[in-house]
Each structure stands twice: as C-alpha cells, then as structure tokens.
C-alpha cells in the first residue's frame, strides 16, 4: 500500500480496540454511584410508580371527573386513531389515553437519561478520576477514542430501554388488569418506538453529551447540561396535549428516520472536529 492511500490515523477504527474501550468503561460506570443512581432512579419513577398509579387509582380518577381533562385530547385525535377508545368507560379512556399515548414520548426520558448519563462520565468523570491523561496517551486514534465512548453509553441506554419497556409493560397491564379486563398493551405504536425511535434519541443525546463533556471539568457540570436534553420530550407530551400531533406508527418511523439522520451528522462531524489534543490541552 502507497503513502497515499494509507488511512488517515485520526479515522482509522479497528473493532477490537472499540470494544476493549467500550468494556473498559462499562465496567468504570457500574463501579459509580455517581452514575448508576440517577441513571436507574429517574426511569423507575416513569415505569413503575406513574404506570401503577394511573392503573390502579383510575376509577376514582374517573369518578372525579378527571376523565373530562382530556376531552380536548380526544376530540382533537384523528379518527382512526379515536376508534382505539370505542366502547370504553371513562376509566378505561383514562388509562389507554394516559399509559398509551401520554406516556409514550415520557418513555423517550429513559434512553436519554442513560446515555447522557454515562455520556457526561466519559470524558468529565475521567478528569475527577486522573485517568483520563493516560487514556488519552493510549495508541489508538481519535475516531476509535470518541467510538468506543459512544458505544460504551449507547449499548447500555438501548438494552435499558428494552427492559423497561418489558417492565412497563408488565405494570401497565397488571395494575390496569380491573379496568380493562385483560392485556391491553402494547400496542404496535411503542414496539416501533422502542426498536427505531429509542435508540435514535438515545444516539442524539449521547453523542451530544460526549463532546460536552470532553470540554467541561466535572461530572456534574456535564450532568446538569444534559438535562436541556428533556426539552424536546417535554414539548412532545405538550404537543400530544394541544392536540398538535399525536404519536401514531407513522409519525414515529418519520421522527426516528430524522432522528438517525441527525445521529449520522453528529458523528460525521463529531469524529472530524474531536481533538485528542486540545482535551490534553486543557488538562
């Protein structure tokens, strides 16, 4: 092979060096109680204790009248969508409305809250720990560096992701079994945001709090930015509540596809702009 056509050593990846970071870091951030902690406490609360709530208290939800708060909700659906609550009872209006549709984007907290998590440890938590001078001096290129730090926080938010919505899946159902008289979710809308829309957002907020934190000094400082990341989940439940839109199949496969275009910008940019040396800089 000539000089000219050897990889550049900025880009150059090679698998094996990936996964040896990737495992390297796994095993740093369930060492931390710094990270574990908000990365398990936040989707519990989502999961288990809101599911349980609507589901079990929904009669006397709906015997307050609180079933009339989404009046405009339903009425602004999309018929094919309203046929979904044919025949119900207010109470079951409630909880099809709440755990089915509300909670849905709600859900998109869980992949984002572990991979920012682990994210704002990457490059941050290394700087508090000294470790990160000697990762940085290691004999692998820029492109493998910012890979296996990725990899390190995406593969741990997408299996998260599915055992919480295995987990919410089960509550939902059981805690709901006296209202709707059997297993009512999930429905083929969550399955299509679980296995694309997920893992894109999940590949959105890491990949933004990777560079984040290899420009901040601590843990924390890259922890309390990721919290801006909610925002756009935030304005899709109030979306959904305004009747703006509504998270039918087809608009979950369109906002992941734009989703996973906005992943493959931010890592073709990522790994052009990421810098080993200006980190090595600012130690």
Aim: proline share 5%; charged share 15%; no cysteine.
């Amino acid at each position: 092979m000539t000089q000219g056509h050897r990889p550049d050593r900025k880009t150059r990846v090679r698998w094996r060096t990936l996964r040896t970071l990737a495992l390297r870091d796994l095993r740093v951030v369930t060492r931390s109680k710094a990270v574990m902690l908000p990365m398990l406490i936040v989707p519990l609360i989502f999961i288990v204790a809101l599911p349980a709530g609507i589901g079990l208290f929904a009669p006397q939800m709906a015997a307050a009248d609180e079933a009339d708060d989404l009046t405009p909700f339903l009425e602004m659906m999309p018929p094919a969508m309203a046929e979904r609550f044919a025949g119900y009872n207010d109470a079951q209006i409630l909880v099809v409305a709440i755990l089915e549709y509300l909670f849905a984007p709600m859900f998109l907290i869980v992949p984002l809250m572990v991979a920012s998590t682990i994210a704002a440890d990457s490059f941050a938590g290394e700087k508090e720990r000294k470790t990160l001078e000697g990762l940085l001096h290691t004999p692998t290129t820029d492109a493998e560096l910012f890979l296996g730090k990725l990899l390190a926080a995406w593969i741990p938010a997408v299996l998260v992701t599915l055992g919480a919505f295995v987990l919410y899946a089960v509550v939902a159902n059981l805690s709901a079994w006296r209202v709707m008289g059997g297993v009512f979710f999930p429905s083929a809308m969550w399955v299509v945001l679980v296995l694309w829309l997920a893992p894109a957002a999940a590949g959105v907020g890491l990949g933004t709090m990777i560079l984040v934190s290899s420009k901040v000094s601590t843990f924390q400082d890259a922890y309390q930015l990721s919290g801006l990341l909610v925002l756009p989940v935030l304005l899709l439940v109030f979306g959904q509540l305004a009747g703006v839109l509504y998270l039918s199949v087809l608009a979950v496969l369109v906002t992941g596809l734009l989703l996973w275009v906005i992943d493959a910008a931010i890592l073709w940019l990522s790994i052009r702009t990421f810098k080993r040396t200006e980190i090595i800089a600012r130690l």
